[in-house]
């Protein structure tokens, strides 16, 4: 890639990111009454839900908190992680530690999962915005809140739901790489090389020749049935770059190489060859997955896959990473950007026509398209040696 | 419709019913190792999943018995029931009435749902069956079951889910209906006038003007958010015939009437006016419902649309009525049907591609099929005076 293109690129997505996306929210998302955010807006930013999902919140406040520190130290911005911090703190933390999924708009509690993603997405919040307003408290509340997250991580994916003997004790690809991301962004004094490591060996596991499978035992075999077939591209994906992001920091080279083997898989064996876009699922051995949606084209997974083939082409010049990130490029602008209200559209069918028109939901909020673009954005600005 | 159409309609059905569609369970689904059916039939009958899924099993027990009483005693359809009621009852079923949810090929229990729908199919399998063999001891456990399954749905949905502050009290328009189709199938000699009552004025809670909305309040009021806009056009016909045979053994003209607008409303809002099928969902003010398979069309909610709008017809000769039918007739056969191995494809998209290969799946079985198929050839019988 030429600089003259590295920098046209950087432009656009400068413009879609600080222009276009991040603007949306800022308008559209804050509670005037009780503080925090809204996250169920529509294409046009009309609330159809004032119902606050926690995971979207969190994420929001990681945001805009990194947003502050590593871009430019905007009022709007760290008043906007301020208020989402605010109504987290105040809201929607339990005494044992555990965080509700969703509260109503003035903080009382619908819904606690048995799952530990909400739990991972607060502590992302308080670490990030400890960094940002340079306060070590919210820093020592992220790290407790990490031991406390890697304990229930090893109860299993549901927390306090009873083993059945027919049931096969299996790990979701999910828990591993979000544990992983974890130790990347909470940054503490404490040596965290042994947890490092058993996050990239549980990581490994998953990885079956050209498939890396979303469950698999807990010694890493291959499940019986669907759920051991199952793989999904966007994860698969994510955890590449997740993986080489910490394997940089610590100076892994065959754990680079085995991010990088894994976007490229999961882009060859994912993509849609007749319509274009990664698939949500797909089944190793060319069953239909019976997950309803599993065709449809989510903008996460575009958003992870286009930020993972520019980092493996930054670091490989590899020409088919070039034409992976291409092909994600051109996907994304004609399917997902919305060109009139700014933030993009989620969901597509497997023919690529858009099947919700809302910009933000119950599992879409300010994260994955902004984090993609500021990460493209800052690679192609320090090409190729970002810091990690 | 002329009596000659009528003839040529319950021909069809019935070469679709007892040459493709029954054959194809009889001949892929057994377990000649364990006992009971697989449930997960790719395309062709070939097993993509040795799991069983109980409301499966218990749904085929209900409609081989069914078959066997109402049509003829063959021999195939009783060991077809024979063998899967003795698998549900030798490895599904705690000691506390409670049924798993999915069990190994073996027995093994895999998964328990927090509902009571597992229990419900169980306790319709158990009455049918015990009426094909005319064996009381069956029925007997049957009403002990509703009785169990009443209280426990008092309880609300999820049976163990601590109730949180925040959360909207509601009911869902699955379990009023259900508990309707119970009384109707559990044949006892305790006058149960009251409990159909209930239920009649349970369902009607969720009747709010040309919507019947899936969840409202425990007191029939609209719940806000996305929640409170939800139609599932397929639940509501499936009640509106579900109330109609209850109300015509009960000679209740208001209910006759009210199952009747249900399915006539849910048709119109719900039909999809340019690709044409039932939408899995839709939302009342028209926001995009925060189910990614929302405008997919699904097989089920068509099968109880071919029964529906006929029995609507059969009763009242209103053209409207005729013409939904012949909509709903042209396009299963046009998108579900399948003349190469049998049974129909269960999943298109909104443009009505077909997305899911398989025939059988966690929850498509052998029942929505047949079941519509076998009450449609009954009525063309015997135009229009069936016994309910």
């Given at each position: 890639m030429t600089q003259e293109k590295r920098e046209s690129l950087r432009i656009r997505y400068e413009h879609e990111l600080f222009e276009r996306v991040l603007p949306f929210w800022l308008r559209h998302?804050?509670?005037?009454?009780?503080?925090g955010h809204f996250n169920n807006l529509d294409h046009n930013g009309t609330i159809y839900d004032t119902t606050k999902h926690i995971w979207m919140q969190a994420r929001l406040v990681w945001m805009f908190s990194k947003l502050y520190r590593v871009v430019e130290p905007r009022e709007d911005w760290l008043n906007a992680a301020q208020s989402g911090m605010d109504f987290l703190k105040n809201h929607t933390i339990r005494p044992d530690g555990r965080v509700f999924f969703s509260v109503t708009s003035?903080?009382?509690?619908i819904y606690q999962q048995r799952k530990i993603f909400t739990e991972c997405f607060y502590a992302l919040a308080l670490s990030e915005f400890g960094n940002a307003i340079d306060r070590a408290s919210y820093i020592k509340e992220a790290i407790l809140m990490v031991e406390k997250i890697w304990e229930w991580a090893d109860d299993g994916t549901l927390i306090g739901r009873p083993a059945l003997d027919g049931d096969q004790p299996s790990q979701p690809l999910a828990v591993p790489m979000m544990l992983l991301n974890l130790l990347d962004e909470v940054k503490t004094d404490i040596d965290c090389s042994s947890e490092i490591d058993e996050c990239f060996q549980r990581i490994k596991l998953h990885v079956h020749g050209r498939h890396t499978f979303e469950y698999v035992s807990t010694q890493g075999k291959q499940l019986q049935g669907p759920n051991g077939r199952l793989v999904n591209p966007g994860h698969v994906i994510e955890a590449g770059w997740f993986i080489q992001h910490m394997a940089h920091r610590t100076n892994n080279n065959t754990m680079i190489e085995m991010g990088r083997k894994m976007i490229r898989d999961a882009q060859s064996n994912g993509w849609d060859k007749t319509f274009g876009g990664l698939y949500y699922f797909y089944d190793a051995e060319g069953f239909s997955p019976v997950q309803l949606e599993w065709s449809m084209k989510l903008w996460w997974p575009h958003c992870e896959a286009l930020y993972a083939h520019l980092l493996n082409y930054a670091y490989t010049s590899n020409l088919d990473d070039f034409q992976s990130f291409h092909l994600t490029d051109d996907y994304i602008f004609r399917h997902f950007v919305d060109s009139k209200y700014g933030e993009w559209f989620g969901y597509c069918d497997q023919l690529g026509q858009i099947t919700h028109r809302f910009k933000g939901g119950p599992y879409k909020g300010c994260y994955h398209v902004p984090r993609s673009l500021l990460l493209c954005w800052q690679l192609l600005q320090d090409w190729p040696n970002q810091k990690f």
């Open positions: 998302s804050p509670d005037p009454i009780n503080g003035d903080g009382h509690p």
